[in-house]
């Protein structure tokens, strides 16, 4: 039973339960590990939840041994309801006891919508059973995800909701050996990530599923820009900046009730003032440029730039310019900065470099 290479909602820090997403650069190296870890086992049969991020891992097992990857609803995340793709900043800000409850004990979680810790955890404990008694004398590999992986190890262990946090917490692509004899599931190991490394891993660079009583979110929200608001905001960006370029959609970044930075967006190309975005758009792969909606600035103050929150602010931009059917997201960054790398782990490229500037698209096509 493993859990889905690392996904945009995981780094987006966005409620992704049956949103779709992609996998993202650090999630296809967990990938490519996990196939390795596999490489001498025996897999009789390769079934899948069937969002994306799921199915895209499991091919890690299925394609090497020739096998149909066979996808199901029944092993899908948890339907969060109205919260589907709001961000974890939004929600333990505007409900933060229904956010308690989810990660304390989520059977008394409830917004509209949404499906339940029960209904979670006996479609997948149901699909289970039948799947082991289909094999019989088998090796099956499941592929699913988070929440329902542990809902479905409280009820096998016997915790109540209230002691979920008894259960390990289980990294991207982390493995659980199951037995099933006798009508009974047994547990050989659970929540093993040993072929990651601490920099292929995503649990190592978050810090939310930790047991230390000290613990801040990282987690951001956005709130739709307000010049007087964020008047001090907006200056010492124009400070550092040197101008704020024009945008379609602006919000200010916010941890909790602190303001720590900018975000702006373009819908359509020919509102970008760049000579290197024009001769872009104007050359033989412009043609795509139509479909592309384009970041006209990312900014964090200065000191919030170490703690890995900048991608979130990329999270936000898809998140729009999905809703809005386009099919890249491109932005221009000069070439040392540090977001250039943020947009490459992230699963972006450079298409052009010219001036000591770089252009970097990902495509954020999902349908």
Known sequence: MIRHAEAEGNIHRRVHGHTDGMITGRGYRQIELLKQRFID???????SSDLRRARDTAEALSQP???PVQTTALLREVYFGVWEDMTWGDLEYHEPQQKTYF??????WSVEGSESFDDVAERVTQ????AAKKHDGETIALFTHGFAIRTFFCRLMGFKSSESRNVLYCDNTAVALLHYEFGKVMIEYQSDN????????????????RAEKKWASDNTRFMPLDEA????????????????PPADKEYAVFLAQEPIGLLGITVKANRIDSQLLDRYTQSSDGAAAGKAGWISYMYLKPEYRRMRIGVQLLGQAISDFRKLRREWVRL???????IVNMCLRDGGEIILESDNRSLLQKNIRIW
């Open 41 to 47: 086992e025996k897999i009789d049969a390769v079934y």
């Open 65 to 67: 041994r020739g096998l």
């Open 229 to 244: 608001r964020d008047a001090e905001l907006i200056a010492l960006y124009k400070n550092e900046m040197g101008g704020k």
């Open 332 to 338: 221009e960054a000069p070439s040392d900065n540090p």
């Open 103 to 108: 990660t304390s004990d989520p059977a008394r």
């Open 127 to 130: 699909f289970i059973e039948d």
């Open 194 to 209: 040993s072929h990651l490394s601490d920099d292929d891993s995503t649990f190592a660079h978050q810090t939310w599923w």
